[in-house]
């Protein structure tokens, strides 16, 4: 497709239920972002892949987020046993070229707003 | 930890007028500088980006300042049109894939 396309646009899950949030870059952009934004917030980093390889998890707020991205395409956020404090939207973002070459930003996605009940 | 900092969470202009939005970071590391502009249910849309070793960059009515003693960038609109209503967000990064998000103002042009 013409952008970055995130499925699905809502999720509702119950506290403890395990979520995949799903993100399809850009055809042949390289980089791919996740993002996480609480209400009223702008986005907090979260991890970065490199085509397949995951060069950077330093923002997942803890070993209960996942994230792959096994052919250097689609990727998938898991969330396990959610919590309240997970509820948020999650912005997935792709880029053609590798960080460091940032002058036209990322594309992102329109985002999976998470709702933990 | 908050790098960046949007401290107008609003701003109400009216159209044709200039709209001027302010952004300020504390990391001096940071040598790219970006703005993003969110409509709702949509994801952030790059807007304009400049680089530490500029303090201006112009494209069309945006344009955008870099005051790097002062560790401020702001975005002036000019003029404002009614299609500019939205969230703007600031960002930052320094050659590294952890890119700083402002929480944004939301920025109103009334017709």
């Known amino acids: 497709g013409a952008g970055v396309s995130q499925s699905p646009r809502y999720k509702v899950a119950k506290r403890g239920q395990d979520v995949a949030l799903r993100c399809d870059p850009i055809s042949g952009h390289v980089s791919l972002f996740w993002y996480q934004q609480a209400l009223g917030q702008g986005p907090e980093f979260l991890t970065y892949f490199q085509n397949e390889a995951q060069l950077d998890k330093s923002g997942l707020p803890s070993d209960r987020f996942f994230a792959e991205r096994p052919e250097g395409s689609v990727s998938t956020l898991k969330i396990q046993r959610t919590q309240q404090e997970d509820s948020a939207v999650y912005l997935c973002?792709?880029?053609?070229?590798?960080?460091?070459?940032?002058?036209?930003?990322?594309?992102f996605g329109s985002g999976t707003r998470l709702t933990v009940v | 930890d908050q790098q960046v900092k949007q401290n107008s969470p609003s701003l109400s202009v009216q159209e044709g007028r200039i709209s001027i939005l302010n952004c300020d970071y504390t990391n001096s590391m940071f040598d790219y500088f970006l703005w993003y502009k969110k409509y709702p249910a949509e994801g952030p849309t790059f807007l304009i980006s400049?680089?530490?070793?500029?303090d201006k960059n112009e494209d069309g009515r945006f344009t955008v300042f870099l005051n790097k003693s002062a560790k401020h960038l702001s975005l002036h609109i000019v003029p404002s049109q009614p299609g500019d209503s939205a969230v703007y967000f600031c960002a930052a990064m320094y050659n590294n894939n952890d890119m700083r998000f402002g929480a944004g103002t939301r920025l109103t042009v009334k017709p």
């Open positions: 400049i680089s530490s070793i500029k």
């Open positions: 973002a792709s880029s053609l070229l590798p960080p460091g070459n940032t002058h036209y930003g990322y594309t």
